[in-house]
């Protein structure tokens, strides 16, 4: 019993269904369109939304990269990435300004995108009101009154409770005045990348079976206070042990030997290229 | 986190299948899958049916491949089941026409067509029989050949695809409300993601599909305390159903125009539970609701669990979560609550940089200024 699997793993039929939801999250900005979210060879939860709005997509043509966590050799990435080859035979690179599509789990290049490129985000939890409402019935409703209140008011008690806002991760956004959009577990530091941004980045749930999209030149706020601002991760006073790069994300890294803390960006292609002397 | 990030990740991942294969070979004996098919019917059906796909000779290859996880075998299936177009629909599949190998009932001692028990555990005693480390195949010929003459002499003229529905019994004693039949166009929630409140058929189909132990636990949960429901088994049926595909050339969609494609072995539950009806001078009746339960090949006790579910959310009590079908439906599908349980082993270094932060930047705050106020 020997069976060759289709370009790009699906039938011709799934790839259509899956753009057409993806036409219709560019066309509305920041609002979770539901999609028959396939099974995936890879486990829900590693990617399975990203991986199917890239297998949706990619042509012979395209260039592919991806990135887990900022690296271009983590797991994920690497599985993602053997999976795309093996059933499209396409090339793959690790440096972003080569890339027609990123696929990416929690980061977003540090290098700027440029137009005509498309990042996909894997995206977990794609619901920015579920910690507060459990059930999907009534968030959908929320979404539609564009009551939010239930957001900020969570913003408000962190600050109470902490003194600052104490999101991680996926700290909420504001999509063109319209949604507000959980941007997927990228660290508050890489929110403003999405501001206006030239590439048009596209978001994937598979589990929860949801695909949204900010288009290029879209708005897109931190959800913060007048008198209280959005703050990034901050890494003053630290920089890249190996490139020396500043301004950037930076992995804390624990050094054995010396029991010292260090610094090294997280962005593994950003760094390798500063290293090699090649433009980012 | 020794395995990400720094080159070299990819080098350690192939190294890592590779020991995965060792694992499964390194006692150098090969699984023929045939015999998995031959010996294995329960978990073959277990993961046909969590896969939603039916085939016993992919089922039992996933599980040469998955070494015998049911997790990891129905997520091939599933995977595999992602890259089939669909391209015919059979036609609407009538259990009054199943060829039954097992009927039960337990609400009536005698039922029309006759409690037939078929093969089931449920009369065994669960002693290991430590003789079938030593079976021979010389052993199971014979066996087979009497079992074959003693069953081949049997005279009972009992029409097997035939055999009344024991709720037309109800029914027609006007016990059970009447219900017309619901011809509409089912959803599907392979093609359109669910959306809520969901129809019944879509509550059916995940139902089904529905990872066994996770129906069976939150069944179970609504039978002991959440919701206390007694249900009666009206009537467990076991069988093939014939299935058939219209003529796609024949616009009238004519009976005997369509094809038959094969069977499919299913388990069939439906069960019955007491409910108030209210009656027109405000007094109240009791009546039976009906809980409807089905999977793919013979999984009692997934079907039986089912139809208690169908009941709790078709009734929908807020105070219960067995009866919130978004807590029910959302949460009981392996390959999604495996999987989603399973990313916790990749690395979070990133979101943990930016949680770190966070505590450090309150820390500070606490130091900076003992007696906070915003």
């Known amino acids: 019993m020997k069976i060759n699997y289709n370009f790009a793993f699906f039938d011709e039929g799934s790839k259509r269904e899956i753009r057409r939801a993806t036409l219709k999250a560019i066309a509305i900005p920041g609002y979770q369109v539901p999609f028959a979210s396939r099974e995936m060879p890879i486990a829900r939860g590693w990617g399975t939304g990203g991986l199917q ?34 059933t499209t035979g396409i090339t793959i690179t690790g440096i972003t300004t080569e890339a027609t599509i990123i696929q990416s789990r929690h980061r977003i290049p540090e290098t700027p995108l440029k137009e005509g490129q498309i990042l996909v985000l894997q995206v ?67 929110n403003p ?11 994937g749930a598979g589990r929860e079976k949801k695909i949204y999209a900010v288009p290029p030149y879209t708005r897109v706020r931190s959800l913060d206070f007048e008198d209280f601002l959005f703050e990034a991760e901050s890494f003053q006073g630290k920089s890249c042990r190996q490139c020396g790069a500043t301004g950037v994300y930076l992995d804390e890294i624990l050094d054995d030997a010396t029991g010292k803390t260090f610094y090294q960006c997280n962005d593994t292609g950003f760094c390798m290229q500063r290293l090699n002397g090649k433009p980012c | 986190m020794g395995y990400v990030a720094v080159k070299g990740g990819t080098a350690a991942i192939e190294e890592s299948i590779r020991r995965l294969k060792y694992e499964r070979l390194k006692k150098r004996r090969i699984l023929d899958f045939h015999n998995i098919e031959g010996g294995m019917r329960c978990l073959i059906d277990q993961v046909m049916s969590e896969s939603s796909l039916y085939s016993e000779t992919l089922a039992a290859i996933s599980i040469k491949q998955a070494e015998g996880s049911p997790e990891e075998a129905v997520f091939l299936m599933r995977a595999y089941r992602s890259t089939l177009p669909r391209k015919h629909y059979t036609r609407a599949v009538h259990s009054e026409n199943m060829l039954v190998e097992r009927r039960i009932s337990a609400s009536f001692k005698d039922i029309p067509g006759g409690q037939i028990l078929g093969a089931a555990y449920d009369y065994t005693h669960r002693l290991i029989d430590f003789d079938l480390s030593e079976e021979t195949e010389e052993e199971i010929i014979n066996w087979l050949d009497d079992f074959s003459r003693e069953y081949g002499n049997g005279n009972d003229s009992t029409d097997l695809a035939n055999l009344p529905k024991v709720l037309d019994y109800l029914r027609e004693e006007g016990l059970i409300a009447a219900c ?52 009666t088994v009206g009537e467990l049926r076991i069988g093939n159903l014939p299935l058939y595909v219209d003529n796609p050339f024949n616009e009238a969609k004519e009976d005997d125009d369509a094809y038959f494609i094969g069977e499919i072995k299913v388990t069939e539950v439906e069960t019955l539970f007491p409910v108030p009806a209210p009656k027109e001078n405000g007094l109240k009746t009791i009546e039976f609701g009906l809980g409807y339960g089905i999977c793919y090949g013979q999984n009692e006790t997934k079907a039986i669990a089912m139809s208690i579910l169908d009941h709790c959310l078709e009734a929908g009590n807020a105070e219960y979560p067995t009866h919130n079908e978004e807590f029910v439906l959302l949460h009981i599908d392996s390959v999604e609550s495996a999987g989603f349980i399973s990313h916790l082993k990749l690395p979070h270094y990133v979101t943990f940089q930016s949680e770190l932060d966070s505590v450090r930047k309150s820390k500070k705050m606490r130091e900076n200024n003992k007696e906070f106020k915003p």
């Open chain 1, 53 to 86: 709005l890239t297998l949706s997509l990619i042509g012979k043509e395209d260039v592919l990269k991806v990135i887990d966590q900022g690296s271009d050799e983590s797991v994920n990435a690497v599985n993602i990435k053997k999976l795309v080859k093996a």
């Open chain 1, 124 to 190: 977990p939890l794609p619901e920015p009101l579920r910690y507060y409402e459990p059930s999907e019935y009534e968030t959908k409703k929320l979404h539609a009154e564009k009551e939010y209140s239930g957001a900020w008011l969570m913003l408000f008690e962190q600050i109470m409770n902490y003194g600052h806002m104490s999101t991680g991760a996926d700290h909420p956004v504001m999509v063109h005045d319209r949604y507000v959009m959980a941007p997927s577990p990228i660290p508050r530091f890489d």
């Open chain 1, 193 to 203: 990348k999405m501001n206006c941004a030239k590439a048009l980045i596209l978001l």
């Open chain 2, 180 to 231: 017309e039949n619901n011809d509409s166009e089912p959803d599907d929630v392979t093609r359109d993601s669910v959306r809520f409140p969901a129809s019944r058929s879509a509550r059916l189909q995940i139902l089904t599909r529905g990872q066994t132990g996770a129906v069976i636990s939150l069944g179970y949960a609504a039978l002991r305390s959440y919701g206390a429901l007694h249900p």
